[in-house]
């Protein structure tokens, strides 16, 4: 069992940064694929991000490619999600999830496991 704790979500305004962090408490999190998922209220969760086991590959929706880059710390368990140039469309509440045999990394069933997510709020 993989328990995933996120932080570093608050309140920013549009062009502003900020970084999230994925902490994992297993000592397996080198062998487990990251990704982030993303809900806005009345949206269904859609894919942010995903980063392979060794971290030398990662994949990122359209909507944030270009502001937002992906990294993990495998001694730390641990994941971050740098987001830039933020916009009001970015708000949502941001999930961390793993999986230890990713076959889509942009589709959530992919994924066993999940964090209780942080709030990200980008006023205008």
């Known amino acids: 069992q993989v328990q995933l704790v996120e932080s570093g979500g608050g309140l920013v305004q549009a062009g502003d940064s900020l970084t999230l962090s994925c902490a994992a408490s297993s000592r397996t999190f080198s062998s487990a694929a990251m990704g982030w998922f993303r809900q806005a209220p009345g949206k269904e969760r859609e894919f942010v991000g995903a980063?392979?086991?060794?971290?030398?590959?990662?994949y990122f929706a359209d909507s944030v490619k270009g502001r937002f880059t992906l990294s993990r710390d495998n001694a730390k368990n641990t994941v971050y999600l740098q987001m830039n140039s933020l916009k009001p469309d970015d708000t949502g509440v941001y999930y961390c999830?793993?999986?230890?045999?990713?076959?889509?990394?942009?589709?959530?069933?992919?994924?066993?496991?999940w964090g209780q997510g942080t709030q990200v709020t980008v006023s205008s």
């Open positions: 999830a793993a999986g230890d045999r990713i076959t889509n990394y942009y589709r959530h069933w992919a994924y066993d496991y």
């Open positions: 980063i392979s086991r060794s971290g030398a590959t990662t």
